[in-house]
């Protein structure tokens, strides 16, 4: 049976036109949006589209987009690279879209971000709650606390930025190999992980990248982490240096009754070194009984290593 599949633009309140992938029925029982990170595009969440279309075929619906900036999506002014606004953006998706009745917000790193920020915005604010919620390798905040967030904190990271904005692209590419090399010494089980986030790096816009950093500084939804109702699975990697798994053992305690896989030998990419899990962790959330039995069914999920925590 044939899957209709969608390319649109949805346009915002202030002009920035988002590509969306739209795949499955219109009226489909369920709906799942996947809301990706910085410095990628949609087209991380490959393996995730691939599972619930064979999975689901016509009874789901499954949204990706570009965020702003991002991918085919348009540029924006700087000074709206910020995570709330993202949240707005998805609001505008959902209702451009028509998206109704049962929803899934799957988000991962920034992704993950935004979808916290959206849940805090007032009820009126939100065109449809979600009934379940997973997130992978993300926080509520305080990215300046530990690992490569750090940085963040660092006087003259600002003056540095401002300066990468002058640099030609063509010298960006040649240093994305350079610094990989380097980090990928200092951890070698994140080769993959890190060559992944250069390669994205190198083929985004500078002022995006950029643009977004001090957004992630004062980033902080940790005040309404307890009012979400939606049914939670909370994934990390214990290797990922960009978002530590501090953060995610944070959100899985302040999430009523949140569901929480932690994978030790994975790292931030989860969407692509995990994809299994998170695959499970989607099913789960989508599912009447929601993370319900998720460290159970851990057992069964194909990864090298990994541990539950429900």
């Known amino acids: 049976m044939k899957l209709v599949v969608r390319e649109a633009a949805v346009t915002t309140g202030d002009g920035v036109q988002l590509a969306v992938h739209d795949y499955g029925p219109l009226a489909a029982d369920h709906t799942v949006i996947l809301l990706h990170g910085l410095c990628v595009s949609d087209a991380v969440w490959s393996h995730q589209i691939d599972y619930l279309l064979r999975r689901d075929g016509n009874s789901s619906r499954v949204i990706s987009y570009d965020h702003r900036g991002h991918g085919r999506s348009g540029h924006a002014p700087a000074e709206t690279y910020r995570i709330d606004q993202l949240a707005s953006d998805l609001a505008e998706v959902l209702t451009a879209l028509k998206v109704g009745g049962p929803l899934t917000l799957v988000g991962h790193s920034m992704g ?104 992630l500084r004062s980033y902080d939804q940790h005040r309404t982490l307890g009012d979400i109702r939606a049914k939670t699975v909370v994934i990390s990697g214990a290797t990922d240096p960009l978002i530590p798994a501090a953060h995610s053992h944070e959100l899985a305690r302040a999430i009523p009754r949140a569901a929480h896989l932690h994978l030790p030998h994975a790292g931030h990419m989860l969407p692509r070194e995990a994809p299994q899990v998170v695959n499970e962790a989607v099913r789960r959330a989508m599912s009447p009984e929601g993370a319900k039995g998720l460290t159970a069914c851990c057992r069964d999920i194909p990864v090298r290593s990994r541990r539950c925590v429900s």
């Open 112 to 215: 993950g971000m935004a979808a916290l920020a959206y849940l805090a915005r007032p009820s009126a604010d939100r065109p449809v709650d979600p009934q379940g919620l997973v997130l992978a390798a993300t926080t509520a905040g305080k990215l300046t606390h530990q690992g490569l967030g750090r940085l963040l904190a660092t006087p003259g990271t600002g003056a540095l930025l401002r300066l990468a904005n002058h640099i030609p692209k063509q010298a960006l590419n040649l240093l994305a190999g350079p610094v990989c090399s380097t980090l990928s010494r200092a951890w070698p089980e994140q080769r993959t992980m890190l060559t992944a986030v250069a390669g994205a790096a190198a083929s985004t816009p500078i002022p995006t990248a950029a643009g977004f950093l001090p957004t």
